[in-house]
């Protein structure tokens, strides 16, 4: 299926093991949510929470039980532009690490299932993204092969509820689901709290600058080969 102008870019999932249970529906454009959402999610739509917010353009809200990772996730669907309303209940009692993995993939898959093709797209996007000290760079290839290479430096056991070595690991969720390419590099930074947050921000509006269409290229594969099929 090849997006046009009026398809909407968007999906919606659920994704239930003995780990964790999520549901989630995400717009790459913003604006209102597939039909096929599921239920369980009406009451977080335009609801109210540590991390979410309402406007003419997006809606976000985010509750993973893990509040550093619904921050990061808030800020990588707010400056990337989308729409995003996901919840998660997992096995919180043994550690994090089912969470936040299960809710990097759930999501990557969902941006998959929304992008539906990079014809007619940018395909490529890079940003830095500076938060007072830290300084990181994100760079994205909507290439249908998975790579990540991740390196922000952090220093911490934990942020909050989230283990720091479970940050890069979340981005190579993302990236191995979604069937993306993604560097990103904290260049420098004291605080991991500004550390980790600026290199979400710099991933998001990279990955805006590569979804977006280019105007005059509809329908064109932007790549040498013809095709970015697997």
């Known amino acids: 299926m090849s997006s046009t102008s009026s398809s ?12 964790t249970k999520i ?14 959402t599921d239920s369980r999610l009406s009451a977080a739509i335009g609801g109210e929470g540590h991390a979410s ?18 921050h990061m996730l ?32 759930a999501l990557g898959t969902a941006f998959a299932k929304a992008l539906t093709s990079v014809a007619g797209l940018a395909r490529f996007g890079y940003a830095y993204a500076p938060l007072d000290e830290a300084l990181s760079r994100a760079v994205v290839d909507l290439s249908n092969r998975p790579y990540s290479v991740v390196d922000l430096g952090l220093k911490r056991e934990k942020i909050g509820d989230l283990s720091c070595e479970m ?3 979340t981005l190579q969720s993302f990236a191995q689901a979604a069937r ?47 095709t970015l099929s697997a």
């Open 74 to 105: 808030h800020a990588l669907a707010k400056h990337a532009g989308w729409s995003l309303v996901l919840a998660c209940q997992g096995d919180l009692h043994i550690d994090d690490h089912h969470t936040a993995e299960d809710v990097c993939i």
């Open 167 to 169: 940050i890069p690991h």
């Open 53 to 70: 917010q309402s406007s003419k353009s997006q809606i976000i809200n985010i509750n993973t039980g893990i509040g550093f990772l619904d």
């Open 180 to 226: 993306i390419t993604l560097h990103v590099d904290c260049l420098r930074g004291q605080n991991d709290h500004h550390r980790a947050e600026s290199a979400f921000k710099a991933l998001a509006v990279a990955i805006r600058t590569a979804t977006s269409k280019v105007p005059g290229r509809e329908g064109e594969v932007p790549s040498t080969k013809g």
């Open 8 to 19: 909407p870019r968007w999906a919606a999932i659920a994704r239930d093991t003995n780990e």
């Open 23 to 36: 549901q989630l529906a995400l717009n790459l454009d913003g604006g209102s949510f597939p039909p096929e």
